[in-house]
């Protein structure tokens, strides 16, 4: 192989040239604007990556108090209403009609709640 001569780039100049003026810093004050505007993005992007994870967070958080809230409340009305039908009560009884009907609708409200939350976020 024979060297020839230095081919120059699509801008039309010397390749050689171009990489002498990178390394002596001719073309840092660009490079760095550069460097400085990409910075600033990733930092905007890592902001937002931070905010909907916080978000995520929150949403999960409220979540969880809301079904430990619901079962600290319907967790005794569903004793005292499985308490009442093994103890012999008779399930014609208002209270046991009442209490059972409250047993089964405070689920499907909150199951419905928690469908209706997942639709609106789709």
């Known amino acids: 192989m024979t060297a020839g001569p230095i081919k120059s780039s699509a801008s039309g100049a010397n390749p050689a040239r171009d990489v002498s003026s990178s390394l002596t810093g001719n073309t840092a004050e660009r490079d760095r604007a550069v460097a400085q505007s990409t910075r600033r993005v990733v930092m905007a992007s890592l902001g937002v990556m931070k905010d909907q994870k916080a978000g995520r967070k929150r949403v999960r958080s409220i979540a969880l ?16 209403a499985v308490d009442n039908l093994i103890g012999g009560d008779r399930l014609s009884d208002v209270t046991s009609q009442f209490s ?15 469908v209706a939350g997942w639709l609106r976020r789709r």
């Open 100 to 114: 059972l009907w409250v047993c089964i609708l405070c689920p499907a409200l909150l199951a419905a709640a928690v």
């Open 65 to 80: 108090a809301a079904t430990l809230v619901v079962l600290l409340v319907v967790g005794p009305l569903a004793w005292w």
